[in-house]
């Protein structure tokens, strides 16, 4: 927050409140028992739970509603004209969640929601979801895996966690083929071969969907400092990415574009990456 006080564009931001979501709002993707359990369970103190790789406590259910409505706040504010951008820097993360069980640091899938609460409530027609974390957001690919409203893409650490999803071949069933696109990359990639796979895969699929909004799952632990990710990206590619995430957003959107915070544990990598990505978007 410091860091995002001090930047220069700091004078076009206004930090607004987050209300807490609903249960019938969560329920758009989650089973209305898991979520009750989640009550339940961090009210009584809580527990390390291994599928969420994580402990949750007391303060972790309203944290999770917090996380979930931030988005349905920014959405809110940028349907009523205000702005056309919006940044949601919340804990926990979500796109590993899934219908009835926690997953990766994630309890309730923000962005999903936040994608069903648009189609809902908003009465969009077209939404893309771009995901750069550098972990494959199974949570959200299974919620829209059939789905031809929503257009997932993913571009993330091939053969990482989680295990066995977000293969190149996974593209959806139903009415939804087509409408998932995965790009796993190696490890040592850098960040030219990371910008050209955007380029060469990404921006093509978004340009003929044309989506109203885009929707952005952002994870800076793809940053070389970052332990976890384990991967070779600079600072200076987040900007490049936020250049590119306009370009998403260039048609029927409008330049509407909500990004949601999803990875990231290194505090200085997370700092480069957040004041690179946003300032691209900021400067578009």
């Not at 004209?81 to 590993?96: I, Q, T, Y």
């Not at 995430?245 to 544990?265: C, F, H, P, W």
Request: charged letters at 20%; glycine letters at 10%.
């Amino acid at each position: 927050m410091k860091d995002i006080k001090n930047a220069p564009w700091n004078n076009q931001v206004e930090i607004i409140e987050p209300r807490q979501a609903t249960i019938d709002e969560v329920a758009y993707v989650h089973n209305p028992k898991y979520i009750e359990s989640m009550r339940k369970l961090c009210e009584s103190g809580g527990e390390f739970l291994p599928a969420m790789s994580a402990a949750v406590g007391e303060t972790t259910y309203p944290a999770a509603m917090y996380s979930v409505g931030a988005g349905l706040s920014l959405a809110d504010e940028i349907f009523q004209d205000r702005w056309k951008l919006g940044f949601a820097p919340v804990r926990p993360p979500g796109h590993h969640a899934i219908h009835s069980r926690p997953w990766g640091f994630c309890m309730f899938n923000n962005i999903s929601i936040l994608a069903h609460y648009l189609l809902k409530v908003h009465k969009l027609e077209r939404i893309g979801i771009f995901d750069f974390d550098i972990h494959h957001g199974n949570g959200t690919e299974q919620t829209f895996w059939e789905d031809p409203r929503v257009l997932y893409c993913s571009i993330h650490r091939e053969d990482h966690f989680p295990s066995n999803t977000g293969h190149w071949y996974d593209k959806g069933e139903g009415k939804g083929e087509g409408f998932t696109v995965n790009i796993p990359v190696n490890h040592k990639t850098d960040n030219q071969k990371y910008l050209s796979d955007i380029d060469r895969y990404a921006l093509p699929v978004f340009n003929e969907f044309n989506p109203q909004i885009i929707l952005v799952s952002a994870g800076f632990d793809g940053h070389w400092r970052d332990i976890i990710g384990g991967m070779r990206l600079t600072s200076e590619v987040f900007t490049s990415i936020g250049e590119r995430v306009r370009t998403m957003a260039s048609q029927d959107a409008n330049g509407k574009i909500i990004t949601i915070l999803e990875g990231g544990y290194d505090l200085i990598g997370n700092s480069e990456g957040v004041l690179g990505y946003f300032g691209a978007l900021l400067e578009g």
